[in-house]
């Protein structure tokens, strides 16, 4: 296996929701062989390995699997006031909302200082969204599978526009449906940066 190379070709490696070992590269960025990835990402003890990449030769196995969009806006859109979820809770509402979405990792406890909105409907919190004023970034909202609908994707946007300034701002979508990037456009963003996700599972290789 090349190691030389390593430098040049980051791979991350964390925990995925579902609790499996995660070896991720994103090969728009970089170039290596795949079989090269593969047999790192078996070093690190992964159990899958993630790429980023328009295309991968079907021969190597890899399945399909969500997307990842970065949008960018002039300005906000307007703002909505939402719910601000208890520090204590995002980590169980972050799970329920995105345990069966391809590309988050698990984010573990938040930092005293981060800043989430949420959707609380019927007594219960089935969306959130994380925000950071200082970066002008949003990052991929998410809402618990039997909730999800764009309105309710685009609102934690626009939630999380309240603590904005009226600035251009950045907003990151992981696994997102085209109807919901579809809203989000509709909310002014213009996708620049777009690429499919792919997974090989390396337990039973």
Not at 23 to 34: G, K, N, Y
Not at 135 to 151: H, K, L, N
Request: hydrophobic share 40%; with cysteine.
């Amino acid at each position: 296996m090349p190691d030389s190379d390593d430098e040049l070709v980051p791979i991350a490696r964390f925990r995925a929701l579902d609790g499996a070992l995660v070896a991720e590269v994103d090969l728009t960025r970089h170039r290596r062989p795949v079989e090269d990835l593969i047999a790192h990402a078996r070093c690190l003890g992964a159990d899958k390995l993630w790429l980023h990449a328009h295309v991968v030769e079907a021969g190597f196995g890899f399945k399909r699997r969500g997307s990842y969009t970065r949008l960018e806006a002039a300005r906000p859109p307007a703002p909505v006031e939402l719910a601000l979820p208890p520090l204590v809770r995002v980590h169980e509402i972050q799970r329920a909302c995105f345990a069966d979405v391809w590309g988050h990792h698990d984010p573990g406890l938040p930092d005293s200082g981060s800043l989430f909105v949420g959707l609380h409907e019927g007594g219960a919190w089935v969306g959130i969204c994380e925000v950071d004023p200082d970066a002008q970034w949003i990052d991929g909202p998410g809402v618990v599978p039997s909730f999800r609908t764009p309105d309710r994707y685009a609102r934690l946007v626009r939630g999380a526009a309240a603590y904005l300034r009226n600035e251009p701002v950045v907003l990151e979508s992981w696994g997102d449906g085209a109807s919901t990037r579809a809203a989000y456009v509709s909310l002014g963003f213009e996708v620049v940066h777009a690429v499919s996700g792919w997974e090989l599972d390396l337990t039973g290789r």
